[in-house]
Nanobody, 124 residues
Framework: QVQLVESGGGLVQVGGSLRLSCSAS????????TAWFRQAPGKEREFVGG????????IYADSVRGRFAISREDGKNMVFLLMHDLAPEDTAVYYC?????????????????WGQGTQVTVDS
């Protein structure tokens, strides 16, 4: 079974940037649709963005479109979430997840493999 590990979180100032990484073992991202979700304290898990198994289809939440970008490097078997112009409301634990299927879903219930998460804190 594929296992996912996120990294790259940390503390960043308002307006700053971060790149989160998600690495996979026991499987390849090219076999799954991959998504990033986030969860802030007291809030439900929220879809951030996703990429299809082909790597060519990306979708984003309205709240991050234009600021965040997902990319995939098949040679490294990694998926990245590049975040720009960060704001305090972006503070959350960020998770990557995969699902079988050619297209990412916006529902966290559609994903059955999750990483442990990485904390992103935007300091105002």
């Amino acid at each position: 079974q594929v296992q996912l590990v996120e990294s790259g979180g940390g503390l960043v100032q308002v307006g700053g940037s971060l790149r989160l990484s998600c690495s996979a073992s026991g499987g390849t991202f090219s076999s799954y649709s991959t998504a990033w979700f986030r969860q802030a304290p007291g809030k439900e898990r929220e879809f951030v963005g996703g990429v299809g198994w082909s790597g060519g289809s990306t979708i984003y939440a309205d709240s991050v479109r234009g600021r965040f970008a997902i990319s995939r490097e098949d040679g490294k078997n990694m998926v990245f979430l590049l975040m720009h112009d960060l704001a305090p409301e972006d503070t959350a634990v960020y998770y990557c997840a995969v699902r079988e299927g050619s297209y990412p879903s916006r529902s966290h219930r559609e994903y059955d493999r999750w990483g442990q998460g990485t904390q992103v804190t935007v300091d105002s």
